[in-house]
């Protein structure tokens, strides 16, 4: 290594700074913080200015202080030369003594850096240190002036921006493969997002820039690393939960702000929605239920419930925007049935849009080239998602009142459901299930007539993930009204329609066993958890109806005091039917191949087997 060339002035940086420089090319100064050593910036000539020097200097210290030095050198000539703008490089401040601040930081004050100024009309400018006397202060760079910026050595704004939040052990590549598996597992139960844009936006760089878009990112790929987990991908759980905190702790992070919210956009809103199917998966039911407000309250303040909010936007932004209030609808719902919270959007979406449904699920040409793309993926992940909707839409604010327990019903009595209401729901899940069968006997170009009714409809096919996502919810939905039934006594053991027998739990358990045994087991791990934990409630409500029978109808039980009854049966004092006692009971065997499910599901790797080998492991003859 040749010997360093001793100079005769201090470096830019040491100057700057007011620190020793031991006058090398480059000082070990700067070497040892790793900055760039010039010296560029001439010196200011010493003594007093010429009088032609003196009606160009500024007139305050301060305006000196914050104004790059220029410097006049010595000519022959008697007039002076214009001032060469000259690079004034981006210094780490002396008060960063481990060199842990970001880039963007190092031309800041520590003021600026933990209070960053409020975007106001009026503002007032930060006194200088040279101002103030501080010794202190003296410390603190100045902010330069963009003006002294050089072409030689340009700074790139970008580059500034990138070291601000974007965590440097999260990689592209690996980024990209996780959103891969969410747009071949996930995306046709939840078509929320566009591969092109993502794509684009991410080629773009906007991951790095935009810190909404990178949060949104890093959640999408823990979700997509905790969800749809094979049973081939168990060894590596260890791996990705350690992936998965890394990720969702700077995704939180980026888009930490004040005034988070004040002007709301899609990405912090998906970023919500998959915080939140992370924490759901992680059994956090509080934090989840805290981001799926926060996503619904967003989707307000964007409009998605607003039907004039969707006339400014292009057709496929119309979709997209519709998709994901759909989305947001059935989440609420399913998850105001699961831990008894109220929904944010009211009334019937499915019903109410059937409008808008029709103008933006018809196919257009693009606008510049007038060339028709029609995306498999999306019809499907769309016609899906309309599916859903459809059978989530009687579930509205009513309904959950009553199976909540809101609705008075101890009081004066429910105003809200009875025996006609039941009916009326029952009618439309089984509508449901028979539409839905005409998937299976129809192929694409030849749907049923319910399917034509919209055109767009004609040429699609469901994924085996779409159906099996909506079979079980319409089981759960049955099982559900099932238990609004007991709590509000319209339940009997000879009721004529089939929605008012207490023996129709044990038909629904029958039902989602035969599914579970059809279904490909990887169309059911997909979903993740949930799914697991509906099945759950449909085996908790048939074995309490083959205990206690028609005797659950004096005690009208809402589904958390069925779970408890089950838990400490003694203790309410009610007789057991003659089949518990029966080893012949038919329904042993229905027992046993849930056991049988519930171990084979994701390797058993998920907390619903503990809880049903609690359930029913003493009939079965298994020790917990």
């Known amino acids: 290594m040749p010997n360093p060339v001793p100079t005769k002035k201090a470096c830019d940086q040491c100057r700057l700074r007011k620190t020793k420089c031991d006058l090398s090319q480059p000082c070990s100064s700067c070497s040892a913080r790793n900055f760039q050593c010039t010296y560029a ?10 009088r032609s020097e003196a ?16 410097a006049t ?24 003594l481990f060199g842990s601040l970001p880039a963007a930081a190092w031309n800041s004050s520590e003021a600026d850096f933990f209070m960053p100024p409020v975007q106001a009309s009026t503002s007032l400018e930060r006194p200088t240190s040279a101002a103030l006397g501080d010794p202190l202060l003296n410390l603190l760079p100045e902010q330069p002036d963009p003006a002294a910026r050089s072409i030689v ?38 078509p929320i997002l566009r591969r092109a844009t993502v794509f684009s936006r991410l080629l773009s760089q906007h991951h790095r820039t935009v810190p909404h878009f990178g949060a949104m990112l890093l959640a999408l790929g823990s979700f997509s690393l905790i969800q749809p987990v094979r049973i081939r991908e168990w060894p590596s759980a260890s791996s990705r939960e350690a992936m998965i905190n890394m990720m969702l702790s700077e995704s939180v992070k980026m888009r930490a702000s004040v005034d988070f919210g004040e002007t709301p956009s899609f990405d912090a809103l998906l970023t919500s929605i998959f915080l939140f199917a992370c924490l759901f998966q992680r059994n956090q039911h509080n934090a989840a239920w805290l981001r799926l407000r926060e996503a619904a309250e967003l989707g307000c303040l964007l409009g998605l419930d607003r039907i ?21 609808s059935v989440t609420e719902r399913a998850y105001a049935l699961e831990r008894r919270h109220p929904i944010t959007f009211l009334g019937h979406p499915g019903a109410e849009t059937q409008m808008l449904l029709r103008s933006v699920t018809s196919v257009t040409a693009d606008n510049n080239m007038d060339i028709v793309i029609d995306d498999d993926a999306e019809s499907a992940g769309t016609l899906g998602l309309v599916e859903l909707m459809t059978l989530f839409d009687p579930i509205n604010e009513d309904f959950l009142r009553c199976f909540n327990g809101q609705c008075g019903l101890g009081r004066q009595g429910c105003q809200y459901f009875d025996q006609n209401t039941a009916i009326s729901i029952y009618q439309s899940i089984n509508d449901h299930q028979r539409h839905m069968s005409s998937y299976e006997v129809s192929t694409p170009g030849q749907a049923s007539d319910t399917a034509a009714s919209l055109d767009w409809r004609a040429e699609i096919s469901l994924k085996e993930s779409q159906k099996a996502d909506l079979k079980v919810n319409e089981l759960w939905l049955m099982n559900r009204l099932w238990c609004v039934c007991l709590s509000h006594k319209v339940l009997t053991l000879q009721a004529e329609h089939p929605a008012l027998r207490i023996d129709h739990s044990i038909s629904i358990f029958e039902a989602a066993l035969r599914l579970c045994q059809t279904l490909p087991l990887s169309s059911l791990e997909v979903h993740g958890v949930g799914l697991i934990e509906k099945l759950y409630c449909i085996c908790e409500s048939a074995v309490a109806t083959r205990r206690y029978g028609e005797h659950l109808c004096y005690l009208s039980p809402n589904h958390e005091q069925i779970t408890e009854l089950l838990r400490s049966p003694v203790s309410s004092g009610l007789p057991m039917t003659t089949a518990c006692h029966s080893a012949s009971d038919p329904m042993l065997a229905l027992l046993k191949g849930f056991f049988d499910f519930f171990k084979k599901i994701r390797a058993g790797q998920h907390p619903v087997l503990g809880k049903y080998v609690a359930l029913v492991g003493e009939e079965l003859s298994i020790e917990s």
């Open 41 to 50: 910036t001439p010196h200011r000539k010493r003594g007093p200015a010429r």
């Open 55 to 70: 009606r160009h200097q500024p007139s305050s210290v301060d305006s000196t202080v914050r104004t790059p030095t220029t």
């Open 73 to 96: 050198p010595p000519d022959s000539s008697n007039h002076t030369q214009p001032p060469v703008d000259l690079e004034i490089p981006d210094q780490q401040p002396s008060w960063d």
């Open 153 to 190: 050595h340009p700074q790139p704004l970008q580059t500034v921006v990138q070291a601000t939040f974007w965590p440097p052990n999260v990689d592209e590549e690996r980024l990209i493969r996780w959103i891969d598996v969410y747009f071949d597992r996930l995306f046709p139960t939840l």
């Open 308 to 328: 004039e909010s969707y006339n400014a936007c292009r057709p496929e932004d119309r979709q997209q925007r519709l998709r994901i209030y759909y989305l947001l």
